[in-house]
């Protein structure tokens, strides 16, 4: 009996430190303006690494089928291709195909 009283007590004590506790603390977020951040911050970094993934699959397809020009750079320094047409492009950060005059 008495440790199922002290046990009680014991108890008791812990529930009341702990409802203090919760109350002594005060959150301004909420949990939802916390899943939007960290929505956010994963959507960017998931769209940073598809037009990475974008631009290397582009340049490696570019490799395969066109011809490299040695000679001729793009603005940035990026290899230029010169394609079955004869018309020169170069690829850039967007994985999308930019071509010279």
Known sequence: MRKIIGTLIV?????VANESY??????TTT???EVKQAGKA??????????????????AAAKVKDKSLKDVKG????????DKHQRKYYINKD???VYLD
């Open 75 to 82: 603005p940035n320094g990026e290899t230029v291709y010169i």
């Open 42 to 59: 994963t959507g960017k970094a998931v769209k940073k690494a598809g037009k990475k993934t974008g631009e290397v699959g582009a340049k």
């Open 22 to 27: 919760s109350q002594e603390k005060k959150d």
């Open 31 to 33: 949990f939802g303006q």
């Open 95 to 97: 994985a999308r195909r």
């Open 11 to 15: 108890t008791l004590l812990l529930g």
